[in-house]
């Protein structure tokens, strides 16, 4: 459920992943139960009410087995840190003191045998060769226990940030939150984020 700021479904579709797009008319109805995977572009909560008003429907849907992935949100884009989330997530401000600006920062994997980096694609050091622009931005600043940060990373002289890729068992299902631009990446035909995001879409 894009919010009208990335091409993600584009991309995923381009590439042969079978994608529904919802518009508002579609969101207002329909039944999240025939999804195995949903996921929701950037600023979508700002942009899409339809969306704000169905989201604790949706965190239903996961406990019932759903797998939910949100992309970036800014701290405005509606993302309530009690609520926006399966448990509470607060995503830093301001945005200098939670991004990494330079697209070649090491990597470090913090759970290096975690599922949602080794399955579908076993990510490796090559996943991260070729990012432009940026690594993230908008990190998450604080999270419930309930997530597990898997990737540590840092700019230059700065110290490491974990808030760029958290994840969650909620139920039978799974929340995945990112700050990482993984939409520009595909418009630039990043390897690697075209195999991450695989893996954060797999329903496993």
Do not use: C
Not at 34 to 57: H, Y
Not at 177 to 182: A, D, R, V
Not at 192 to 198: F, K, N, P, S
């Amino acid at each position: 459920m894009g919010g009208g700021s990335d091409r993600t479904d584009y991309w995923l579709r381009a590439v042969g992943m079978e994608v529904v797009s919802l518009d508002d008319k579609a969101l207002a109805q329909v039944d999240f139960g025939q999804f195995d995977s949903i996921l929701i572009g950037i600023f979508a909560l700002r942009t899409r009410p339809i969306l704000a008003q169905r989201l604790a429907e949706i965190h239903d849907w996961v406990r019932e087995g759903g797998n939910l992935v949100t992309l970036y949100h800014r701290p405005w884009d509606n993302w309530k840190p009690e609520t926006s989330a399966l448990a509470p997530l607060t995503i830093g401000k301001p945005s200098l003191r939670w991004r990494v600006t330079d697209e070649n920062a090491k990597i470090t994997h913090l759970v290096p045998d975690h599922p949602l980096l080794n399955a579908l694609n076993t990510i490796t050091e090559e996943d991260w060769q070729g990012w432009q622009k940026e690594r993230g931005l908008y990190f998450a600043s604080d999270w419930d226990n309930a997530y597990t940060p898997l990737l540590s990373m840092a700019d230059p002289d700065e110290q490491p940030l974990k808030g760029s890729l958290l994840s969650g068992t909620f139920g039978k299902g799974r929340h995945t939150h990112t700050s990482l631009i993984l939409h520009y990446q595909l418009e630039k035909l990043v390897p690697g984020a075209y195999r991450l995001l695989a893996n954060l879409l797999n329903p496993g």
